[in-house]
């Protein structure tokens, strides 16, 4: 994601995840959980996806919460999950993740292009 914020412009991004929780803990002070916040969780929360996606859904959602650091899901009125939870979250993901990986290695952009490379290397 650094790659693609500093092709955007953006400079002095942080480049570990280390950095990244730093570089957010220097917003604590202006942070707020406010009605506008509020909302906007909201909706997030109940974005309308199907009915199989749901469940897929709501383990990404989950999940999102799990890098937050505690000072911040203190603001959001959260509390920090369980070592398991989390592990669990994270395992689920990585085997669920395995398809679409394999459909994005097989028919995603890297894959159209490196067919259409090997296509005119052989003409």
């Known amino acids: 994601m650094n790659k693609v914020g500093e092709m955007l412009g953006a400079t002095n991004l942080p480049v570990t995840f280390s950095d990244a929780r ?11 959980f406010d009605q506008r916040t509020r909302e906007t969780l909201q909706s ?3 974005y309308s996806v ?51 990986q394999w459909m994005l290695d097989e028919q995603g ?4 292009a490196k067919q259409r490379v090997k296509d005119l290397n052989l003409l």
């Not at 989390?86 to 993901?93: D, E, Q, S, V």
């Open 22 to 32: 730093h570089a957010m803990s220097q917003y604590e002070p202006e942070l707020v």
């Open 44 to 46: 997030i929360e109940s």
């Open 50 to 100: 199907d009915l199989t996606e749901k469940p897929f859904f709501a383990l990404i959602l989950s999940a999102s919460f799990d890098i937050v650091p505690n000072w911040l899901l203190a603001k959001l009125e959260r509390k920090s999950d369980t070592c398991l939870h989390i592990n669990a979250r994270r395992l689920a993901l990585q085997i669920a993740s395995k398809p679409v």
């Open 109 to 112: 952009v890297s894959a159209v």
